[in-house]
């Protein structure tokens, strides 16, 4: 089992940065695949970005160029470092943790991001 925690969430304008953070309560290196998800209101879940155990990542074609999945392994955390920001990347944004055989998802409460025009 893992928990993962989100913070950084914020209101910016339009062209601003955000650093969301996820902190899991293990060592990353054990979780397959940490994600980011984000849920904009009244729309799914969707993927953001993906950083698997070995250090790959994985970005959706709408934040391309502008965010950055990283982690730093010795305080077990994610980050999601978004610049550019847009008004439809407004919403909910979700830490995802993907681990074990058969694999199960642990999400966050998610944080909010609220991207003014």
């Known amino acids: 089992q893992v928990q993962v925690v989100e913070s950084g969430g914020g209101l910016v304008q339009a062209g601003g940065s955000l650093r969301l953070s996820c902190a899991a309560s293990r060592n990353i290196f054990s979780i397959n695949v940490m994600g980011w998800y984000h849920q904009a209101p009244g729309k799914q879940r969707e993927l953001v970005a993906t950083i698997n155990s070995a250090g790959s990542t994985n970005y959706a074609d709408s934040v391309k160029g502008r965010f950055t999945v990283f982690r730093d392994i010795a305080a077990n955390t994610v980050y999601l470092q978004m610049n550019s920001l847009k008004p439809e990347d407004t919403g909910v944004y979700y830490c995802?943790?993907?681990?074990?055989?058969?694999?199960?998802?642990?999400w966050g409460q998610g944080t909010q991001v609220t991207v003014s025009s």
């Open positions: 995802n943790a993907h681990l074990g055989w058969p694999p199960i998802d642990y």
